[in-house]
């Protein structure tokens, strides 16, 4: 069976689960699970803990809660906080101090730009904005004018093009705007993660919208959405601290012109990224799976695999718009496939 190549209408808040789900353990039963849900981010927070009997997890809990909520306010680009102010800053040529935090963050972010060959580009702020995706609502209208968008592509924003004085970073490039959609979840679960190991609760599940870190034994069963429809793709038990992240064309777009237009972008182009609707990356760091998600998604069918093999990315699950996907050799025997639909759509590379 072929699958449409159009998904259901799903710009809700609920697109933003797109991606991963947690599935009932269906092994040796289960130590007591504390499971906390919040909104942040636009979409719903799990936070899951098989309880160490020796240390309590309130504590724990807690923190984790109060640093996921400090990086939803103050990482959004487009949100009165730390990188709003930051990007209003390089809008206006000023130099800026950034927090230790954000600071490594976007340290880190500029060496994966550059291992990505470019197509994970957080410098893409003013492209973002320019195709309306900064906003909360999806609303359909027209495409952005050919010169706004040339006029981004000449200046060609990039991480690389931040000065560093102190604690204070610049640009000369007035055009590179932050916008860490593609990489703060990454780096809120790893932080999440690391919070809990340090407060000897190993045994933890975080949830951000569908992307999931997980660590302890006997490992977490997570199921891999189908890109199409409700169901899933596959299913597969996390061994040890291990993050699946998942990027989609299908999870947040605009009609425009008539044309459904993504909001995960090409910064070549500064247009939306074509050519696969899904890719789903498995790595022990949250962080350089968020990345690789996006630079994947954006490199497209041909290009992928050289990108992927840049990042270090070797579990990786990508399909296109007809329904048929790969999966690597490293990711293939793991997957338990939702049907013999998927089983045959999805081959090994
Ligand atoms: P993700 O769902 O992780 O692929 O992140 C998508 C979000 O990251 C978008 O909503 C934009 O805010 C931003 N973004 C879009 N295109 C890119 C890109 N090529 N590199 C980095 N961030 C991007
Ligand atoms: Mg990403």
């Given amino acids: 069976m072929r699958h449409r190549a159009t998904a259901p209408n799903r710009r809700d808040a609920l697109a933003a689960l797109a991606g991963a789900v947690l599935l009932p353990w269906a092994g040796p039963a289960a130590a007591e699970v504390r499971h906390e849900r919040h909104f942040l981010f636009g979409s719903p927070v799990d936070v899951m ?46 130099s800026v101090t950034a927090s230790p935090a954000l600071r490594a963050m976007i340290r880190s972010a500029a060496q994966l730009e550059q291992a990505s060959a470019g197509f994970f580009n957080p410098a893409i702020g003013g492209a973002v904005q320019a195709w309306g995706f900064h906003d ?72 951000l919208g569908g992307n999931l870190g997980a660590m302890g034994a006997p490992g977490w069963q997570i199921g891999i959405r189908d890109p199409f429809g409700e169901g899933l793709v596959a299913s597969l038990a996390t061994q040890g601290r291990e993050a699946v992240v998942t990027s989609g064309s299908y999870e947040r777009f605009r009609v425009l012109d008539g044309e459904r237009c993504t909001h995960i972008l090409d910064p070549f182009r500064a247009a939306p990224a074509a050519g696969l609707v899904s890719v789903t990356v498995l790595h022990r760091s ?20 050289a990108v992927a093999q840049r990042l270090g990315a070797t579990q990786v699950l990508a399909i296109g718009p007809d329904g048929r996907g790969v999966a690597s050799a490293a990711l293939m025997p793991r997957l338990q496939f939702a049907g013999r639909d998927w089983q045959r759509r999805i081959t090994a590379v």
């Fill in 286 to 305: 949250a962080a350089l799976a968020d990345a690789a998600a996006t630079a994947l998604l954006v490199a497209g069918p041909q290009r992928w695999r």
């Fill in 49 to 94: 803990l098989r309880q160490a009997p020796q240390s309590p997890a309130e504590p724990a809990l807690a923190r984790v809660m109060r640093g996921l909520q400090h990086i939803h306010v103050q990482w959004n680009a487009w949100k009165p906080g730390e990188l709003g102010r930051i990007n209003q800053a390089l809008r206006e040529g000023r």
């Fill in 136 to 207: 909360d609502v999806m609303r359909d209208g027209a495409r952005p004018a050919a010169a706004t968008l040339a006029a981004w592509r000449d200046a060609a924003p990039s991480l690389a093009q931040i000065e560093w004085r102190g604690d204070a970073l610049a640009s000369r490039n007035a055009r590179l705007q932050l916008d860490f959609g593609a990489y703060a979840k990454g780096v809120a679960i790893d932080r999440a993660l690391d919070e809990f190991a340090a407060r000897g609760q190993g045994d933890a599940l975080v949830n």
